[in-house]
């Protein structure tokens, strides 16, 4: 079992930051995979970063590769994506998830926060 609780989500204007937070507990050893997807009104889930915790290799998606960055911190069990130059077209509710992998489909990921609204005004 893990948990997952997200944190950091908001309204920013249009090339402005935000730092998305997600706490992870459990038994997070059996979970390598960490990732960030995102799911718009009326759109897919749509992948956006994920990255293995014990080796660190990251994982973007084209349309915010050079503006997100996802990371984590080993001693806080907390994992982090900071999203710089943000544009209005990323607006959506944003999900950390967690499995044994680290793919692009959210079927690698068994574990999901409860999501956290990102808008961004134009």
């Known amino acids: 079992q893990v948990q997952l609780v997200e944190s950091g989500g908001g309204l920013v204007q249009a090339g402005g930051s935000l730092r998305l ?3 992870a507990s459990g038994r997070t050893f059996s979970s390598d995979g960490m990732g960030w997807f995102r799911q718009a009104p009326g759109k897919e889930r749509e992948f956006v970063a994920s990255m293995s915790w ?3 290799s990251t994982y973007y998606a084209a349309s915010v590769k050079g503006r997100f960055t996802i990371s984590r911190d080993n001693a806080k069990n907390t994992l982090y994506l ?3 130059s943000l544009k209005p077209e990323d607006t959506a509710i944003y999900y ?3 499995g044994s992998l ?6 690698e990921y068994d574990y999901w926060g409860q999501g956290t609204q990102v808008t961004v005004s134009s």
């Open 21 to 23: 937070y997600c706490a």
């Open 54 to 56: 014990r080796g660190g």
């Open 96 to 98: 950390c998830a967690a």
């Open 102 to 107: 680290y793919g692009s489909s959210p079927d």
């Open 82 to 84: 900071q999203m710089n």
